[in-house]
């Protein structure tokens, strides 16, 4: 059986007894980092043996762990910080469980993006995960640019030396004045939240440069309704959305929300454009 076991992302005290329950019964703890889980271990006592599972050997190992649970070995599986299978390795090694039949369950703990939403004082009732943007290029500007159309909070993980790079990207793309939770050092004893626009943002990182670990909340950029949304910017917003992989269907019904028109109309109009 795999066992996803969440772990501290900051604060000792967030590590559950069930946790450490978990991670001193289970045969064998797959994690990304040995040195640094063997650390964890240690300030809590548990002694277990370790398997390195990491991006760079996952399809190599990944297999060798099925067959260790399919001989009856439980296997823990942990990341450096957080839930596994947030921006971290797990999301493989669950669906290679699930088709090799094997149980699965969690013991759940902090998650960075989470921590971050509840603190942000944005909408939380519907919310957009994107993690990190890609590095650079043509595939982080197709990002930006897709941001633009979330209707929701949105929660991004950034690294602080290029948090400024982001800021400015995101102004260029029209979210200048949409509100932000800038969090910081999460459960750490440097905990902060800023809640400023993200033009705010960027007069206060200039200043201060940004230092440790941040996950971005943001709010959407105001969406065009109706009568106010031109047909150029409908037709680009059908267009970026049929790129994106997204069906007809779904593009539809987007489209329909957004601009308050029939879904029906919309979908025999969106067959003709995308001919
Ligand atoms: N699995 C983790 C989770 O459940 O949140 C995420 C791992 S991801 C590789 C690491 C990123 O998460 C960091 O670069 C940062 O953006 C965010 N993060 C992790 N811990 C954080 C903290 N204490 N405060 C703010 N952001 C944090």
Do not use: W
Request: charged content about 25%; some cysteine.
């Amino acid at each position: 059986m795999l066992y996803l076991v969440g772990t501290p992302i900051g604060n000792m005290g967030d590590f559950s007894s069930r946790a450490q329950e978990v991670l001193s019964s289970v045969d064998v703890i797959a994690c990304e980092d040995t040195r640094r889980t063997g650390l964890l271990l240690q300030q809590f006592g548990i002694e277990n043996k370790l398997f390195a599972y990491h991006e760079h050997n996952k399809s190599a190992k990944g297999p060798v762990l099925v067959d260790m649970m399919k001989k009856g070995l439980d296997v823990a599986l942990v990341s450096d910080a957080g839930m596994p299978s947030i921006n971290d390795p797990g999301e493989d090694l669950v669906k290679l469980c699930i088709e090799n039949e094997l149980d699965v369950t969690a013991v759940p703990g902090p998650v960075a993006a989470i921590t971050a939403l509840v603190l942000s004082g944005l909408d939380t009732t519907k919310f957009h995960y994107e993690g990190f943007l890609p590095s650079e290029g043509g595939p982080r500007r197709k990002r930006l640019e897709a941001l633009k159309s979330i209707p929701e909070t949105m929660i991004i993980y950034e690294a602080p030396h290029r948090l400024m790079k982001l800021i400015g990207e995101l102004q260029k793309n029209g979210f200048g004045g949409c509100k932000a939770a800038f969090c910081r050092e999460l459960t750490k004893k440097y905990e902060e939240v800023l809640r400023l626009t993200v033009d705010e943002a960027n007069e206060h990182f200039t200043n201060t440069p940004p230092k440790g670990e941040f996950v971005i909340c943001l709010e959407p950029v105001p969406q065009k309704k109706g009568e106010d949304m031109s047909q150029e910017d409908m037709d680009d917003m059908i267009r970026r959305l049929s790129e994106e992989g997204m069906s007809t269907k779904d593009i539809a019904k987007e489209v329909a929300s957004i601009t308050g028109r029939n879904k029906k109309e919309i979908y025999s109009y969106i067959l003709n454009l995308l001919q």
